[in-house]
């Protein structure tokens, strides 16, 4: 749950018994919403709502927010970080599914989705929300979604409204007109919280300033004797940046860019370090002095990310809105590339197949690196071009969630063909990176003319002994040999590792992966001995290059073992496989499905021996594993499961 401030939220008792009614209608699943204009405080009311009634809810309180990242992405996160699933392998929105089977709800729980303010968001999650199982669903937003039930937020009561000035202001310590408050939260602020909340910080960090100064300064800024009309948002939201205006009007001038510099990250939490990163000349002590400056005025807020210790930092929308618009006029070309190069290097972090672990760290970098690559490609680097949207692709590539991964390796050609020259190889790049999303999805239609697109383009951009190019040549090498196209597979890898040879150190991983993928093509072959001989040299270079314990060591060692095995060399395969084995078990979880294959192999070695003893206890771990990482019907658990069948037979024909 984010945090609260209890001493800004005055006034809303019955707006909870409201929104706590309203959950209750539907016995099996209630999706409700609290609805208002920005600034009213819909975000602060659900979070109250959760403390208030989170006896009611004795399964567990989920808050998700909607936003540039995605949804799925919050589920899974929460399926993760809260009830401990794995969630391996599968697409997105199976993952998701599993969230909210695998959630045991016995009384009842909340899912909170924060932020859904478009009438197109509604849409966008509603496959996704838990159905039935006696889950209650709160929304907030600020528009009406069709048949959803929903609690209008209206403003605050005259009377709440000048109780919250009053606190916020310090009215006890200070000289105070009650009659003056009124007409301030009532004809200039519309009573809006968020509006209050700045004026009341305004002034109480200006103990001689006068609600007569305050209403004299809001008049300059635009708010006449005319009174808000709080039933326009639009009219109501004038309140809201007129009270922004008065803290601008007194904030020192470094503090002014720096808050604009802030609003070009995205509306979502800012974690410190990433803001640190992106700091080019200005000091870190004098930043974090701006901070504080901020927080005092409530422009910038705290929040939490889960799993983090640190604490982060937000605006609210209706102030990031202000401030993002200053960007233009305010801040110098240095700074604004400073602070993309920064997202650019926390992009680069990304790495496909990485550790979830590894995901899960980067997770609260992603809507800022989205940010880049919708709003600040113009302070790209060309060598950076293509980095946003490509890391972005692997990203959810990494997270099974096709449909994203598809729609930023698409961004990512029709940016890199906008921003830069004609077969630039950057735009190769992005050609190939599209093949690889249909390739891993079995889409090889769809794949093999952008690798030859993005070959022709690398073939007329590039060196004839350029790395880059062995590796378009590596990948359309791959595909022919998914196509059973085995002589131009071949001659494709041959010509890849001709480059490689000439180009690379005589140990770079790049060499000994596509060595082993052309042992790979001799396995479908059925020429072992070549595939054998390929295999030693590609686990000689990892042995030389690698950590004792790294699991592409793992690898190679279980490709080798494979290779001994098929050839009947089992003495030679066995401590091959329980080396890769013993990785496997050191450097992934005990339920990954990869340990599971590991002990897969293992067993049927066992088999082949005919070593029922060693080979049974290995068949039952590794079924085990995956019934509880993928499912009873998942195609990998399916397939070890008839290994295992087939075992059960050989072994009661042999006895």
């Known amino acids: 749950m984010p945090p609260f401030n209890a001493r800004y939220f005055v006034g809303r008792d019955e707006d909870l018994k409201a929104v706590h009614k309203l959950l209750q209608l539907n016995e099996r699943v209630s999706i409700s919403a609290i609805q208002g204009m920005g600034g009213i405080g819909k975000t602060e009311l659900a979070k109250h709502y959760a403390a208030e009634y989170q006896d009611e809810y004795p399964d567990g309180i989920a808050w998700l927010s909607f936003g540039a990242a995605g949804i799925a992405e919050e589920i899974v996160n929460f399926g993760r970080s809260q009830l401990k699933l794995s969630l391996q392998g599968e697409d997105i929105k199976a993952k998701v599914a599993e969230v909210w089977s695998q959630w045991d709800i016995q009384s009842g729980a909340l899912v909170i989705v924060d932020n859904l303010n478009r009438t197109k968001d509604y849409g966008a999650i509603k496959s996704l929300l838990p159905q039935g199982n006696g889950v209650r669903v709160l929304l907030t937003?600020?528009?009406?979604?069709?048949?959803?039930?929903?609690?209008?937020?209206?403003?605050?009561?005259?009377?709440?409204?000048?109780?919250?000035?009053?606190?916020?202001?310090?009215?006890?310590?200070?000289?105070?007109?009650?009659?003056l408050a009124k007409k301030l939260c009532d004809e200039k602020l519309g009573c809006l919280p968020l509006a209050i909340t700045l004026v009341g910080c305004y002034l109480a960090n200006d103990p001689g300033l006068t609600l007569i100064d305050v209403l004299r300064r809001l008049k300059k800024k635009g708010l006449d004797s005319k009174p808000l009309n709080p039933t326009d948002d639009s009219v109501a939201e004038e309140g809201v940046r007129a009270a922004i205006e008065l803290t601008w009007d007194v904030l020192e001038a470094d503090v002014r860019k720096f808050a604009v510099f802030l609003s070009m990250f995205a509306c979502a939490p800012m974690e410190w370090r990433l803001v640190e990163a992106a700091l080019g000349e200005m000091e870190p002590d004098d930043a974090e002095d701006w901070r504080g400056e901020l927080l005092r005025y409530s422009l910038l807020e705290t929040t939490e990310i889960e799993e983090r210790e640190a604490i982060s930092y937000k605006f609210h929308p209706l102030v990031w809105e202000y401030l993002r618009e200053k960007v233009p006029t305010m801040l110098n070309?240095?700074?604004?590339q400073t602070m993309v190069?920064?997202?650019?290097?926390?992009?680069?972090?990304?790495?496909?197949?990485?550790?979830?672990?590894d995901y899960d760290k980067i997770r609260p970098s992603i809507p800022h690196?989205?940010?880049?690559?919708?709003?600040?490609?113009?302070?790209?680097?060309?060598?950076?071009?293509?980095?946003?949207?490509?890391?972005?692709?692997?990203?959810?590539?990494?997270?099974?969630?096709?449909?994203?991964?598809?729609?930023?390796?698409?961004?990512?050609?029709?940016?890199?063909?906008?921003?830069?020259?004609?077969?630039?190889?950057?735009?190769?790049?992005?050609?190939?990176?599209?093949?690889?999303?249909?390739?891993?999805?079995?889409?090889?239609?769809?794949?093999?003319?952008?690798?030859?697109?993005?070959?022709?383009?690398?073939?007329?951009?590039?060196?004839?002994?350029?790395?880059?190019?062995?590796?378009?040549?590596?990948?359309?090498?791959?595909?022919?040999?998914?196509?059973?196209?085995?002589?131009?597979?071949?001659?494709?890898?041959?010509?890849?590792?001709?480059?490689?040879?000439?180009?690379?150190?005589?140990?770079?991983?790049?060499?000994?992966?596509?060595?082993?993928?052309?042992?790979?093509?001799?396995?479908?072959?059925?020429?072992?001995?070549?595939?054998?001989?390929?295999?030693?040299?590609?686990?000689?270079?990892?042995?030389?290059?690698?950590?004792?314990n790294h699991l592409t060591l793992a690898i190679s060692l279980n490709n080798l073992a494979a290779s001994y095995s098929l050839q009947g060399k089992y003495a030679e395969a066995e401590p091959l496989y329980k080396e890769a084995l013993a990785i496997a078990k050191e450097s992934l979880p005990a339920n990954h499905p990869d340990f599971a294959a590991y002990t897969n192999n293992l067993a049927r070695l066992y088999q082949a021996q005919e070593k029922y003893k060693e080979a049974e206890p290995l068949f039952q771990k590794a079924l085990a594993i995956l019934e509880e990482s993928l499912g009873l019907d998942h195609p990998n658990t399916y397939k070890v499961r008839s290994y295992y069948e087939d075992f059960l037979r050989q072994k009661e024909n042999e006895t």
């Open 141 to 179: 937003s600020r528009v009406r979604f069709g048949n959803v039930p929903a609690h209008n937020l209206e403003v605050l009561d005259l009377p709440e409204a000048v109780a919250s000035l009053e606190t916020l202001a310090g009215a006890s310590e200070r000289q105070w007109d009650h009659e």
């Open 333 to 336: 070309a240095q700074t604004c």
């Open 341 to 357: 190069k920064a997202i650019i290097t926390e992009a680069e972090t990304i790495e496909y197949n990485a550790p979830l672990a």
């Open 369 to 548: 690196i989205i940010q880049v690559a919708e709003k600040w490609t113009d302070n790209l680097a060309t060598e950076d071009v293509v980095t946003p949207c490509t890391r972005l692709a692997t990203y959810y590539k990494g997270l099974a969630d096709s449909a994203k991964g598809e729609f930023w390796a698409f961004k990512n050609i029709d940016l890199a063909k906008t921003c830069l020259s004609e077969n630039h190889p950057e735009i190769a790049v992005a050609l190939n990176n599209l093949a690889e999303f249909y390739r891993a999805q079995g889409k090889y239609a769809k794949a093999e003319p952008l690798y030859q697109e993005a070959l022709v383009i690398a073939r007329e951009a590039l060196p004839a002994n350029h790395p880059q190019l062995a590796i378009h040549l590596n990948n359309l090498a791959n595909l022919c040999n998914l196509q059973e196209k085995y002589s131009e597979a071949e001659s494709l890898y041959q010509e890849a590792l001709v480059i490689d040879q000439e180009a690379l150190p005589s140990n770079h991983p790049q060499l000994a992966s596509h060595l082993n993928n052309l042992a790979n093509l001799y396995h479908s072959q059925e020429k072992y001995a070549e595939a054998e001989s390929l295999h030693q040299e590609v686990l000689a270079i990892k042995k030389e290059a690698l950590p004792a």
